[in-house]
């Protein structure tokens, strides 16, 4: 699983873009204002997607609490006044 996990950011930034490329060709170059709102919301959106995809990725690398827990116990230390 963790194999892939790197390119998935990438890969889905790459496939949005694709889409909203797909979308921009078929809107009329008439039509100047909607080709650019629609050049603007896939750039915007594809940096999302980019950054929500690579903190879900770090989060799913992260250890896990009971890996990182010994023996369930917290020692707490106090200074001496």
Same mark, same amino acid.
């Given at each position: 699983? =963790? *194999?892939? $996990?790197?390119?998935?950011?990438?890969? $889905? *930034? +790459? @496939?949005?873009? @694709? &889409?909203? @490329? !797909? %979308?921009?060709?078929? &809107? #009329? #170059? =008439?039509? +100047?204002?909607? !080709? !650019? $709102? %629609?050049? %603007? /919301? /896939?750039? @915007?959106g594809s940096a999302l997607i980019y950054l929500l995809a690579s903190n879900l990725v770090a989060i799913l690398q992260a250890p896990s609490a009971s890996e990182t827990q010994e023996e369930g116990r917290v020692r707490v230390q106090s200074k001496p006044l």
């Open positions: 699983m =963790e *194999t892939y $996990l790197p390119v998935v950011a990438p890969v $889905l *930034t +790459i @496939l949005w873009a @694709l &889409i909203c @490329l !797909r %979308i921009y060709t078929m &809107i #009329s #170059s =008439e039509n +100047i204002v909607q !080709r !650019r $709102l %629609i050049a %603007i /919301g /896939g750039a @915007l």
